[in-house]
């Protein structure tokens, strides 16, 4: 809400600098995000005089003239046809920074132009131009604008954030009110004196939804001359983000901004039967709007109607078949109180919001409405000559009402923890205008018709303390009841990311949502496509869903990467997935499951002064995945070959299920090449992803032990075997380990060969038997029978031949 | 003939040629040649004999002090010439140490928001709160109506909404969480509650998804006077001791009364500068006491409990701490952001 300093003077004597009053403001809940100095926006705009015009020889519109600023004479070229010699006008040198955009020196046609001659249109003032602005003869030239031409322009302009609860503070008067309360001045009254009535013969009120329109003011003035707005009313408008349309109109904002209240003037003349009828719309009813938009109303919209169909939405916008225009003579201004959910339903659902429906909906003063009529009508009757009766129709079914607070002072100290500010209590309620009466134990205290945001104690709490900027209230640490610490989630999470940031992993964050365009491109949308959570609204015109895995993201963020030349990646994501899931009753229920997400691309290492490059394969990717596992919760993984299907996004021949503890936990692979093929990628990508919950519930649950060791030595035999091709390694491991060898405790692969030498589709395959007993030191003997019962068994299972 | 000259002569020459060799070969040599069996020292005195009986005896003692010295001065020698052989094998196998590590894998990183996440629960756990999460998905009740926003409430277009169908939606702030730790847990509570949340919303400074920590504290009675406490002592572990912080009246509708915090800017240190807009502070949470009607919603006695709750953004938390001026920055993955924090 942008408020003009001197407006707020007509409420509150003030004697502090603006900076102190936005302080104040500030620190008391009306955070003041800018402060703008009037003359600043209008620098270089001064008073001139029109010494002569001749045409423009190019254009016949324009004017070439010579002005005179009275420090140098200008050519200026200007389009204004009411432009001519004599004239004192307001030039915009070249630095002048209008609303209308800003002043430089230009050639128009051939013709060079040193500024602008203005309207008020260019000034920002009005919304339509009626030619430049000619000023009187006793205005000296040389003048800034601000001098003696508007001098309502030596303001400021405080831009003040009013949180949804303060309606009452979108108002010059609801500052002012805490201007007063802060600085202990009283509040300035408009004396208007009036006279309400429940009928009268200019207009019938019939309200048939009291709960939605609980109080509906009309007045009448007639007479009234349409026409433009004194200076100063253009230039509080103007101040406060509006522009001047004509005096009615510019009389119902100027009071809007006053006061708060939004009020709306109808052609009288255009009310049919001179009644109005507040009510319901019926559903379908039309009616256009001041916009010149038909708008197709529902039941739970209200209207104000006349006895012909609706002639406005009641606190939203009025209907163009009351609108008043030049023509009109006789005013029906209205001054009412809408319920608010329903002002702001039917401004969302039309997509209107507007300065009165913004006030509607955060609740306006019920006990203000008539003086704002009243306040209206005697502007009406000054600057449009207006003629009225201080007489105000007031229909008003469901009467204002407020419960009064039970106020517990005892409460209240402990609750801000400072008894000191109990003292200023009672002073600081009643400077908010509350009234205080005061019992032993409790006060009971009434609040104004304004302050609707005030409804329990808890609020006048918050009313004391803010006064003193809640600075009276010192910080202390509270009592901590110690409890044992729950080890919890982030224990495992931290040790999970603290093994894979040390394996060379680089976290990611992607968003959770990711578009159906993008599922396809990543060949997911299939496995997931019955499983989609969908987002009913989102950012873009593309369908959007919650990812059920994190392969699209993760493809995403390597992409951009190459684009930036960025190939050796290990990037991982903590993040959740979303799917739908069936729970026992087949019904649908929304499931995040948290998900462990790894990308490789490129190199592992790159080629350097002690080694050539290892790019990132089906084998160093499953040792990180490895190793990350076994770090973190100390269980070795195999790995199941998976359902050629199962994950259409992996290259089936290379790539596998984890298995961890006997049961699948994630995946990992090559990224099928049709998928590369939809990415600007240029390299292979490896993928994986873990089930976070599997993997923690197994970190809590796995107790490890010590099982002791043997203090005799190892002796190692080495075995090499020659298999088909298509026998996996873990098969054969699977034999040496049955061949009921005593003494073996472990054996690794150290040598694989392919080659001519020992056949096609044949590879050669060398194993390390590590024999340790726990009793002896094993001699040649007994270790070269254990490893003969193994090669027999190689033998018997699966005809493994041996090397000669 | 052998006379005193002659065995200072041998005597003379032995050291020189001691003096000058450098290998064990050469030792064995030369010890050989003076000491040994047939050594110089051994043809003096098988000379003995035949010198007068006078002399034998002076001439005797001294070709074996000549003979003792030798021994000494030989032995020495050649742990002499084994240490230089050592201190030679040594230094044959002298490195560049300025060449290039050997690194067989870099070093991994952690994000800079998660960073931050963990840093801000580490304080927070430190003065005894424990972590609690909730869904991101979440139900119009939890993320409104329970938290005194009812439908048709101004305070929800403080927040855009991404919504899945008429009553569930994306959290558009961690406070959803207090109210179903609440429901499941009886005072004293001490909670921060750490996730993600969602606005429609997207440009430098705003996210459609970022990070919030939502923390809360209920106990017999808490007072405006710890939710001070709590938060300066927050704010000045994270920002630094030296900052002033202050707070100023606000609304949430599920705070009462409300606070909007700020610390003095981290950039400009109170003078007024662009990140401040002058101001010289910055703000970087809200917060307040719980309002009543999330107790009446929970079932707590507000005569017996009171308690406060604060949020605050990650992100923004973040961009102050490492001077990042583009939020979009932390959700693009490029690595070349990541490697620099
Ligand atoms: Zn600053």
Same mark, same amino acid.
Request: negative net charge.
């Given at each position: 809400?942008?408020?003009?300093?001197?407006?707020?003077?007509?409420?509150?004597?003030?004697?502090?600098?603006?900076?102190?009053?936005?302080?104040?403001? *500030?620190?008391?809940?009306?955070?003041?995000?800018?402060?703008?100095?009037?003359?600043?926006?209008? /620098?270089?705009?001064?008073?001139?005089?029109?010494? !002569?015009?001749?045409?423009?020889?190019?254009?016949?519109?324009?004017?070439?003239?010579?002005?005179?600023?009275?420090?140098?004479?200008?050519?200026?070229?200007?389009?204004?046809?009411?432009?001519?010699?004599?004239?004192?006008?307001?030039?915009?040198?070249?630095?002048?920074?209008?609303?209308?955009?800003?002043?430089?020196?230009? +050639?128009?046609?051939?013709?060079?132009?040193?500024?602008?001659?203005?309207?008020?249109?260019?000034?920002?003032? =009005?919304?339509?131009?009626?030619?430049?602005?000619?000023?009187?003869?006793?205005?000296?030239?040389?003048?800034?604008?601000?001098?003696?031409?508007?001098?309502?322009?030596?303001?400021?302009?405080?831009?003040?954030?009013?949180?949804?609860?303060?309606?009452?503070?979108?108002?010059?008067?609801?500052?002012?009110?805490?201007?007063?309360?802060?600085?202990?001045?009283?509040?300035?009254?408009?004396?208007?004196?009036?006279?309400?009535?429940?009928?009268?013969?200019?207009?019938?009120?019939?309200?048939?939804?009291?709960?939605?329109?609980?109080?509906?003011?009309?007045?009448?003035?007639?007479?009234?001359?349409?026409?433009?707005?004194?200076?100063?009313?253009?230039?509080?408008?103007?101040?406060?983000?509006?522009?001047?349309?004509?005096?009615?109109?510019?009389? *119902?904002?100027?009071?809007?901004?006053?006061?708060?209240?939004?009020?709306?003037?109808?052609?009288?003349?255009?009310?049919?039967?001179?009644?109005?009828?507040?009510?319901? %719309?019926?559903?379908?009813?039309?009616?256009?709007?001041?916009?010149?938009?038909?708008?197709?109303?529902?039941?739970?919209?209200?209207?104000?109607?006349?006895?012909?169909?609706?002639?406005?939405?009641?606190?939203?916008?009025?209907?163009?078949?009351?609108?008043?225009?030049?023509?009109?003579?006789?005013?029906?201004?209205? #001054?009412?109180?809408?319920?608010?959910?329903?002002?702001?339903?039917?401004?969302?659902?039309?997509?209107?919001?507007?300065?009165?429906?913004?006030?509607?909906?955060?609740?306006?003063?019920?006990?203000?409405?008539?003086?704002?009529?009243?306040?209206?009508?005697?502007?009406?009757?000054?600057?449009?000559?207006?003629?009225?009766?201080?007489?105000?129709?007031?229909?008003?079914?469901?009467?204002?009402?407020?419960?009064?607070? /039970?106020?517990?002072?005892?409460?209240?100290?402990?609750?801000?923890?400072?008894?000191?500010?109990?003292?200023?209590?009672?002073?600081?309620?009643?400077?908010?205008?509350?009234?205080?009466?005061?019992?032993?134990?409790?006060?009971?205290?009434?609040?104004?018709?304004?302050?609707?945001?005030? &409804?329990?104690?808890?609020?006048?709490?918050?009313?004391?303390?803010?006064?003193?900027?809640?600075?009276?209230?010192?910080?202390?640490?509270?009592?901590? $009841?110690?409890?044992?610490?729950?080890?919890?989630?982030?224990?495992?999470?931290?040790?999970?990311?603290?093994?894979?940031?040390?394996?060379?992993?680089?976290?990611?964050?992607?968003?959770?949502?990711?578009?159906?365009?993008?599922? /396809?491109? #990543?060949?997911?949308?299939?496995?997931?496509?019955?499983?989609?959570?969908?987002?009913?609204?989102?950012?873009?015109?593309?369908? &959007?869903?919650?990812?059920?895995?994190?392969?699209?993201?993760?493809?995403?963020?390597?992409?951009?990467?190459?684009?930036?030349?960025?190939?050796?990646?290990?990037?991982?994501?903590?993040?959740?997935?979303?799917?739908?899931?069936?729970?026992?009753?087949?019904?649908?229920?929304?499931?995040?499951?948290?998900?462990?997400?790894?990308?490789?691309?490129?190199?592992?290492?790159?080629?350097?002064?002690?080694?050539?490059?290892?790019?990132?394969?089906?084998?160093?990717?499953?040792?990180?995945?490895?190793?990350?596992?076994?770090?973190?919760?100390?269980?070795?993984?195999?790995?199941?070959?998976?359902?050629?299907?199962?994950?259409?996004?992996?290259?089936?021949?290379?790539?596998?299920?984890?298995?961890?503890?006997?049961?699948?936990?994630?995946?990992?692979?090559?990224?099928?090449?049709?998928?590369?093929?939809?990415?600007?990628?240029?390299?292979?990508?490896?993928?994986?992803?873990?089930?976070?919950?599997?993997?923690?519930?197994?970190?809590?649950?796995?107790? *490890?032990?010590?099982?002791?060791? #043997?203090?005799?030595?190892?002796?190692?035999?080495?075995?090499?075997?020659?298999?088909?091709?298509?026998?996996?390694?873990?098969?054969?491991?699977?034999?040496?380990?049955?061949?009921?060898?005593?003494?073996?405790?472990?054996?690794?692969?150290?040598?694989?060969?392919?080659?001519?030498?020992?056949?096609?589709?044949?590879?050669?395959?060398?194993?390390?038997?590590?024999?340790?007993?726990?009793?002896?030191?094993?001699?040649?003997?007994?270790?070269?029978?254990?490893?003969?019962?193994?090669?027999?068994?190689?033998? !018997? $299972?699966?005809?493994?031949?041996?090397?000669? | 003939?052998?006379?005193?000259?002659?065995?200072?002569?041998?005597?003379?020459?032995?050291?020189?040629?001691?003096?000058?060799?450098?290998?064990?070969?050469?030792?064995?040599?030369?010890?050989?040649?003076?000491?040994?069996? @047939?050594?110089?020292?051994?043809?003096?005195?098988?000379?003995?004999?035949?010198?007068?009986?006078?002399?034998?005896?002076?001439?005797?003692?001294?070709?074996?002090?000549?003979?003792?010295?030798?021994?000494?001065?030989?032995?020495? $020698?050649?742990?002499?010439?084994?240490?230089?052989?050592?201190?030679?094998?040594?230094?044959? @196998?002298?490195?560049?140490?300025?060449?290039?590590?050997?690194?067989?894998?870099?070093?991994?990183?952690?994000?800079?928001?998660?960073? +931050?996440? #963990?840093?801000?629960?580490?304080?927070?756990?430190?003065?005894?709160?424990?972590?609690?999460?909730?869904?991101?998905?979440?139900?119009?009740?939890?993320?409104?109506?329970?938290?005194?926003?009812?439908?048709?409430?101004?305070?929800?277009?403080?927040?855009?909404?991404?919504?899945?169908?008429?009553?569930?939606?994306?959290?558009?702030?961690?406070?959803?969480?207090?109210?179903?730790?609440?429901?499941?847990?009886?005072?004293?509570?001490?909670?921060?509650?750490?996730?993600?949340?969602?606005?429609?919303?997207?440009? +430098? =400074?705003?996210?459609?998804?970022?990070?919030?920590?939502?923390?809360?504290?209920?106990?017999?009675?808490?007072?405006?006077?710890?939710?001070?406490?709590?938060?300066?002592?927050?704010?000045?572990?994270?920002?630094?001791?030296?900052?002033?912080?202050?707070?100023?009246?606000?609304?949430?509708?599920?705070?009462?009364?409300?606070?909007?915090?700020?610390?003095?800017?981290?950039?400009?240190?109170? /003078?007024?500068?662009? +990140?401040?807009?002058?101001?010289?502070?910055?703000?970087?949470?809200?917060?307040?006491?719980?309002?009543?009607?999330?107790?009446?919603?929970?079932?707590?006695?507000?005569?017996?409990?009171?308690?406060?709750?604060?949020?605050?953004?990650?992100?923004?938390?973040?961009?102050?701490?490492? %001077?990042?001026?583009?939020?979009?920055?932390?959700?693009?993955?490029?690595?070349?952001?990541?490697?620099?924090?």
């Amino acid at each position: 809400m942008q408020i003009l300093l001197n407006w707020l003077r007509d409420y509150v004597d003030i004697y502090e600098g603006v900076k102190e009053i936005a302080f104040k403001l *500030t620190m008391s809940g009306f955070e003041v995000e800018e402060v703008v100095d009037l003359k600043e926006q209008f /620098k270089n705009c001064k008073v001139a005089y029109v010494n !002569k015009t001749e045409n423009h020889p190019k254009a016949d519109k324009l004017k070439i003239c010579e002005v005179s600023t009275g420090t140098e004479i200008l050519k200026v070229v200007c389009g204004a046809p009411n432009v001519s010699a004599g004239q004192k006008v307001i030039i915009a040198l070249p630095g002048a920074r209008l609303p209308s955009g800003n002043i430089d020196k230009t +050639v128009i046609r051939d013709v060079e132009s040193f500024g602008m001659l203005c309207s008020e249109k260019d000034l920002g003032f =009005t919304a339509l131009s009626t030619g430049i602005i000619v000023l009187p003869e006793n205005i000296s030239i040389g003048k800034d604008i601000w001098e003696e031409a508007y001098r309502d322009l030596d303001d400021y302009v405080l831009s003040i954030n009013i949180t949804p609860n303060r309606g009452d503070c979108l108002s010059h008067l609801g500052i002012a009110r805490e201007l007063s309360a802060l600085t202990n001045r009283p509040l300035k009254k408009r004396d208007l004196s009036f006279q309400l009535v429940d009928k009268a013969d200019f207009i019938d009120i019939d309200i048939e939804s009291p709960d939605l329109c609980p109080r509906y003011t009309a007045m009448l003035i007639k007479d009234v001359k349409i026409k433009d707005s004194p200076d100063y009313l253009k230039i509080r408008l103007f101040a406060c983000g509006m522009r001047s349309i004509n005096n009615i109109v510019d009389i *119902t904002n100027f009071v809007m901004l006053d006061r708060g209240q939004p009020l709306h003037a109808f052609d009288y003349d255009l009310i049919r039967d001179k009644k109005i009828i507040v009510r319901k %719309a019926f559903e379908g009813e039309r009616i256009v709007t001041l916009d010149g938009k038909e708008r197709t109303l529902k039941e739970s919209d209200l209207v104000i109607a006349d006895t012909g169909g609706a002639i406005a939405i009641a606190g939203v916008m009025g209907g163009l078949n009351s609108e008043v225009t030049e023509k009109t003579k006789n005013i029906l201004l209205e #001054s009412a109180y809408f319920n608010p959910p329903s002002i702001r339903k039917t401004a969302k659902r039309l997509s209107l919001p507007s300065e009165a429906s913004y006030r509607f909906e955060r609740g306006i003063d019920m006990l203000g409405v008539p003086e704002s009529a009243i306040l209206s009508a005697s502007m009406m009757g000054k600057l449009a000559e207006g003629i009225f009766q201080p007489v105000i129709l007031d229909a008003y079914p469901k009467p204002y009402h407020k419960e009064g607070i /039970k106020f517990l002072p005892d409460r209240c100290a402990m609750y801000l923890g400072n008894k000191e500010i109990m003292n200023k209590a009672e002073d600081r309620l009643k400077a908010l205008g509350f009234s205080v009466i005061k019992k032993r134990f409790e006060w009971d205290v009434t609040v104004p018709s304004y302050r609707q945001d005030v &409804t329990i104690e808890e609020d006048l709490y918050e009313e004391i303390a803010r006064l003193g900027y809640y600075e009276e209230i010192f910080p202390l640490l509270p009592e901590v $009841k110690i409890k044992s610490r729950k080890i919890g989630d982030r224990d495992f999470l931290d040790s999970l990311k603290c093994k894979i940031v040390d394996f060379g992993g680089y976290e990611v964050i992607n968003y959770s949502f990711v578009t159906l365009k993008e599922l /396809k491109k #990543s060949l997911t949308y299939d496995r997931y496509k019955d499983r989609l959570i969908f987002i009913k609204n989102p950012l873009t015109d593309d369908e &959007t869903v919650m990812r059920p895995n994190s392969v699209s993201s993760m493809l995403n963020v390597l992409e951009l990467n190459h684009k930036r030349s960025n190939y050796d990646l290990f990037l991982y994501e903590i993040g959740k997935a979303y799917r739908l899931a069936e729970d026992n009753q087949n019904n649908k229920k929304i499931e995040e499951k948290k998900i462990v997400s790894f990308a490789f691309s490129g190199n592992l290492w790159e080629k350097s002064w002690f080694s050539k490059e290892e790019p990132y394969d089906f084998f160093n990717v499953k040792g990180i995945v490895e190793g990350i596992i076994e770090a973190t919760i100390n269980i070795p993984i195999s790995v199941n070959v998976c359902a050629e299907d199962k994950y259409p996004f992996l290259n089936p021949a290379v790539s596998a299920e984890i298995i961890i503890d006997g049961k699948p936990a994630g995946f990992f692979g090559l990224v099928h090449p049709d998928v590369i093929e939809n990415y600007e990628i240029k390299r292979d990508v490896f993928i994986a992803e873990l089930d976070y919950f599997y993997l923690k519930n197994l970190y809590f649950a796995k107790r *490890t032990y010590y099982y002791g060791f #043997s203090r005799y030595p190892k002796v190692d035999r080495d075995i090499t075997v020659i298999v088909n091709e298509d026998l996996p390694v873990a098969d054969i491991q699977k034999i040496i380990f049955s061949s009921g060898a005593e003494f073996l405790e472990n054996i690794r692969l150290v040598d694989l060969f392919r080659g001519e030498k020992i056949g096609t589709d044949k590879k050669s395959l060398t194993f390390k038997l590590i024999f340790q007993s726990m009793e002896k030191t094993l001699n040649d003997e007994e270790v070269n029978k254990e490893t003969q019962k193994i090669a027999d068994n190689l033998l !018997k $299972k699966l005809k493994v031949e041996f090397p000669k | 003939m052998l006379s005193w000259e002659v065995i200072e002569e041998i005597k003379k020459t032995a050291l020189n040629e001691l003096e000058n060799i450098t290998s064990e070969r050469d030792w064995v040599e030369l010890k050989a040649k003076y000491l040994g069996k @047939k050594g110089k020292l051994q043809d003096l005195l098988k000379m003995l004999p035949t010198v007068s009986q006078e002399e034998r005896k002076s001439l005797g003692s001294q070709v074996n002090e000549v003979k003792d010295l030798l021994e000494n001065l030989f032995s020495d $020698k050649l742990q002499e010439i084994k240490l230089s052989l050592k201190k030679q094998k040594i230094f044959e @196998k002298k490195v560049d140490i300025t060449l290039p590590s050997k690194r067989y894998s870099r070093t991994g990183r952690v994000h800079p928001l998660n960073r +931050v996440t #963990s840093e801000i629960l580490d304080i927070f756990s430190s003065l005894g709160f424990e972590v609690e999460e909730g869904p991101e998905i979440e139900e119009d009740y939890y993320n409104f109506e329970a938290l005194n926003i009812p439908k048709e409430h101004p305070a929800r277009d403080m927040q855009d909404t991404f919504y899945i169908d008429e009553s569930r939606l994306l959290r558009t702030h961690t406070s959803p969480v207090q109210i179903r730790v609440m429901e499941k847990r009886q005072p004293p509570l001490m909670v921060v509650c750490p996730g993600k949340v969602y606005r429609r919303d997207s440009d +430098v =400074t705003h996210s459609p998804m970022f990070h919030q920590i939502e923390g809360f504290m209920v106990d017999k009675e808490v007072s405006f006077s710890h939710l001070k406490g709590v938060l300066t002592e927050f704010l000045q572990a994270f920002f630094g001791k030296e900052k002033n912080v202050r707070f100023r009246p606000s609304y949430f509708p599920f705070t009462e009364p409300s606070a909007e915090v700020d610390i003095e800017c981290v950039v400009c240190e109170g /003078k007024g500068c662009r +990140v401040c807009k002058g101001s010289g502070w910055l703000e970087v949470l809200g917060c307040g006491m719980i309002h009543p009607y999330l107790f009446s919603v929970v079932g707590y006695d507000k005569s017996v409990y009171s308690g406060f709750a604060f949020g605050l953004g990650v992100e923004r938390l973040t961009m102050l701490k490492y %001077a990042i001026d583009d939020i979009r920055l932390f959700y693009e993955g490029n690595v070349s952001f990541l490697e620099q924090l």
